[in-house]
């Protein structure tokens, strides 16, 4: 192996080429106790991350412990939507209703991606890159993002021409949606509100009659991520050699880049503003067109009006060898700038809009983890490329700031955002959303900034270290990029990592790299081009998870012996899983009687399946909770006729909470499987998640719900007829009661709920339009563990005879109502054209649910 290294600076160094004998697979860094010596994990899923992510560890141990807990974050969004659209990634931790298919929201999809990209393998981050423009529900466009360059972004660390190429039509459709919407060709600049940017409450919105939404501005921010974007399209057109479109997107990102400079830079105030888009009056100021924060307005001339967006063209090497603008750069690290104890804030302190506040979303001051990622990696861009108004050590300043702002009574945790001088969450970490919120980076920003990992699309290795040379050590481990597994390793003594002292690079176990300084380092030739490893499959097999049930189909369908209240049988399939108590994602079995549980799982047909994850609870740390790991997990299949038992030997006993139990098994064709959980003495079981994976052909044809449902309507026909004595506002109507559709989450509404009722009771009617026999009816009880919670009881009635009756020998299960789950009523055959359901509310609370369907067998 030969390669030509190129000296970064005067330096003289040491070169060890090639000359250790250390296997491909030596370890730098012991994965295991790197785990271990951390206290904060709630996932203790050690075979994972010692499998998919670079280890690392440095002297800063906030800086070390939150690269850990970042990656632990990261599992609690990872979220499995359908086998068809693969994995994605949720911003809040719950679904909020303005978030698309399976939780996804665009804004933070690139933040998503760049820390994606870092993991072993590519599949994560390459379905939620196709994730965004072939999954029915996605919404690409709703906020500011730059998916064009995050994509390839991913793809100079896990190189997949055939992957890139096939996504370039997506990815131009999406800038020309961008183009129709939101580009003014007079102006030669993209706009966008305050809101749809990711900056709600803001100081240029204040100004405006609706300090939410804000006017329609040119901005910073989105007209950078609207360069790179062009310029990712570009790069990825010239790779699939359509020279014509790479010419027009390089064109419009020139254009764009001259009319940024042009109109958004203030040489009074040396910084890059917003630009407004339109005339702007309010409380009696008028803010005019074209003019940047505080030119016109309430505020005008003010000296002040920068904000951290402004450091966004750095964030994507738009300035690159562009030194008239580095000015800008010396607010970030003035306390009557940006810079605080917990910051960077997001306005310059002494503005005349800066403002505090215990609430969502005011982003007038508050440090803002989302907007801290962008300027700590804009600043990394500009002192790799050079930049000499600030130095290395205010970036490793900064980042150790970031770190230390992930920390909530000691403990590693991220919400929405924080206060910039006591680092408290305060107001921002609403119950059930913002808890552990991700909505930004970090571990990127240790790669690819503090250890200087610089990606290429070539073979040429390149490291442009920030990290301090007089740390006495710091070390990366099984970072794997373009095909190789890479360590990078700084030892001031040589006594640490015993390879000697200074800094040592390592390519597939091998030593390529010594200097007795840190320096930058580029390795031309040091890393052979890889054969494409993730080739787009054509009718090729495919593992995927069978048990997941995101769209509200009546397959894969759960069922289960006991279900503790408070706790969802859905949230076992809803393809995510993380174990702290609070928020809720679990079922359980708390308040069962029996010495153990079941829950059964019908694919609806038969499947292939080769493995089975169980993700098991253990609430041994939380006071007062009965939940404990069970003493023996057992599974039974299906084999058409029977339940047969695995072999003995697959039980597992004595699992451990916080971890998936894996089953694997010779390829098994089954329909239904059940997991059996005995509990621990005195104890009570329960799962955040079960996965079934088999292998299968794309796509995978969903699984039609059984004939015989007379409840059932699409839409296309007059009766079967739903209405309610109350409906929401909010789009929780009757006729979606019985649309076939389930939906247990709170986004997509699907459902029918009797929210700000006034009556303690209310009733939900189907008029089947004639007069039918039923015998059975199911209900998918709806229960978002607020203003809608399962009914303290409901009844059937029927109409005979001119009046509502109730009907004979009623049988529930279970018998008391469950939310989140099928509950099911089995009563004496009955004739008659209507039925209803009446609801008597748990407290305060109301009913709903999200399907009715009624039955005659």
Not at 403 to 408: D, E, L, Q, V
Request: with cysteine; aromatic share 12%.
């Amino acid at each position: 192996m030969t390669f030509l290294i190129k000296r970064c600076t005067s330096a003289i160094f040491f070169l060890g080429l090639i000359l250790s004998s250390a296997s491909s697979d030596a370890q730098i860094l012991d994965k295991r106790k790197l785990l271990e010596a951390e206290t904060f994990w709630d996932n203790r899923d050690f075979d994972w991350y010692e499998q998919n992510i670079p280890f690392f560890e440095c002297p800063d141990r906030d800086v070390t412990t939150t690269y850990y807990y970042r990656w632990e974050l990261l599992t609690k969004h990872l979220t499995y939507g359908a086998p068809n659209s693969g994995y994605s990634f949720t911003e809040f931790i719950d679904r909020p209703f303005w978030s698309g298919a399976y939780g996804a929201i665009s804004c933070p999809a690139g933040h998503q991606l760049y820390e994606a990209r870092w993991l072993r393998s590519p599949r994560i981050a390459n379905d939620y890159s196709k994730y965004w423009f072939r999954t029915p529900g996605a919404q690409p466009r709703n906020y500011s993002t730059w998916l064009a360059d995050s994509i390839r972004e991913v793809d100079k660390v896990h190189p997949n021409k055939t992957w890139l190429v096939d996504l370039l039509p997506d990815l131009i459709r999406n800038y020309e949606g961008w183009e129709e919407r939101h580009y003014v060709p007079e102006v030669g600049l993209f706009w966008q509100t305050g809101h749809d940017d990711g900056m709600e409450f803001n100081i240029n919105s204040r100004q405006t009659k609706d300090i939410l939404r804000g006017a329609p501005s040119y901005r910073p921010s989105f007209n950078a991520y609207m360069w790179a974007d062009a310029k990712a399209i570009a790069e990825i057109a010239t790779i699939a050699g359509q020279a014509q479109v790479a010419s027009n997107y390089n064109a419009k990102a020139d254009a764009l880049k001259a009319k940024m400079l042009e109109l958004m830079w203030d040489e009074k105030r040396q910084f890059f503003f917003p630009v407004l888009k339109n005339d702007e009056t309010a409380d009696g100021h008028t803010m005019s067109a074209l003019t940047r924060t505080y030119e016109s307005g309430k505020h005008a001339g003010d000296s002040h009006g920068r904000e951290l967006i402004g450091y966004v063209p750095w964030q994507f090497n738009l300035l690159e060898g562009e030194s008239k603008y580095d000015v800008a750069w010396k607010k970030l690290m003035d306390r009557d700038g940006f810079y605080a104890d917990f910051g960077p804030s997001t306005v310059e302190r002494n503005d005349p809009m800066f403002l505090l506040m215990n609430s969502c979303c005011w982003w007038s001051g508050q440090s803002w983890p989302y907007a801290t990622t962008q300027t700590l990696k804009a600043l990394a861009n500009y002192l790799q490329n050079g930049g000499k108004t600030l130095a290395p050590e205010d970036y490793v300043d900064l980042l150790s700031i970031y770190a230390r702002s992930h920390r909530k009574d000691g403990v590693p945790y991220l919400a929405e955002a924080l206060h910039p001088d006591s680092g408290s969450f305060e107001g921002h970490d609403a119950y059930n959303h913002s808890e552990h919120y991700l909505h930004s980076g970090y571990c990127d920003l240790v790669i690819t900034g503090l250890v200087g990992l610089v990606p290429r699309s070539d073979d040429t290795l390149e490291f442009r270290p920030l990290a301090p040379s007089d740390w006495d050590y710091f070390a990366i481990d099984n970072l794997v990029y373009r095909g190789h597994s890479l360590a990078v390793v700084w030892d001031k003594t040589g006594k640490r990592y015993q390879l000697g002292a200074g800094m040592h690079v390592l390519i597939d176990g091998k030593k390529v790299f010594t200097s007795l300084t840190l320096e930058p380092v580029t390795l031309t030739g040091a890393l052979p081009v890889q054969k494409d490893t993730a080739k787009l499959p054509k009718a090729s097999a495919t593992q995927v998870n069978f048990a997941v049930n995101n769209d509200g189909l009546y397959y894969p369908r759960l069922t289960a012996s006991h279900t503790a209240k408070g706790t969802s049988l859905s949230k076992a399939n809803d393809g995510n899983y993380w174990y702290v108590q609070h928020p809720p994602n679990r079922w359980t079995c708390e308040g069962s009687q029996a010495s153990e549980d079941w829950t059964e799982i019908d694919f609806g047909t038969e499947r292939q399946i080769h493995t089975v994850k169980l993700f098991v609870l253990d609430d041994r740390n939380v006071s007062g909770s009965k939940i404990r790991a069970p003493k023996k997990i057992r599974i039974d299949y299906w084999n058409g006729s029977v339940w047969k038992s695995l072999d003995r030997a697959k039980e597992i006993v004595s699992p451990e909470g916080h971890r998936p139990h894996i089953f694997q098994v010779d390829s098994l064709t089954t329909q239904k499987l059940r997991m059996t959980l005995e509990h621990a003495d005195g104890f009570r079981s329960g799962l955040t998640e079960i996965e079934v994976w088999g292998d299968a052909e794309l796509p995978v044809s969903a699984i039609a719900a059984p004939a015989g449902n007379l409840a059932f309507n699409d839409g296309s026909q007059d009766y079967p007829r739903a209405t309610a004595s109350h409906h929401d506002r909010f789009g929780g109507v009757p006729k979606s009661a019985i649309d076939g559709i389930t939906n247990f989450l709170p986004t997509p509404t699907n459902r029918w709920t009797s929210y700000e009722s006034k009556s303690k009771t209310d009733w939900l009617e189907i008029d089947f339009g004639k007069a039918i026999e039923f015998r059975r009816a199911e209900l998918a009880i709806y229960d978002d563990r607020g203003g809608v919670q399962a009914p303290k009881s409901y009844k059937i009635e029927v109409w005979q005879d001119g009046r509502w009756k109730s009907v004979q020998q009623a049988v529930a299960t279970p018998e008391t109502p469950a939310g989140s789950e099928w509950n099911s009523v089995k009563f004496q055959p009955v004739t008659s054209s209507k039925l209803r359901i009446v609801f008597t509310h748990t407290g305060e609370s109301r009913s709903g649910v999200t399907e009715v369907m009624v039955w005659n067998e």
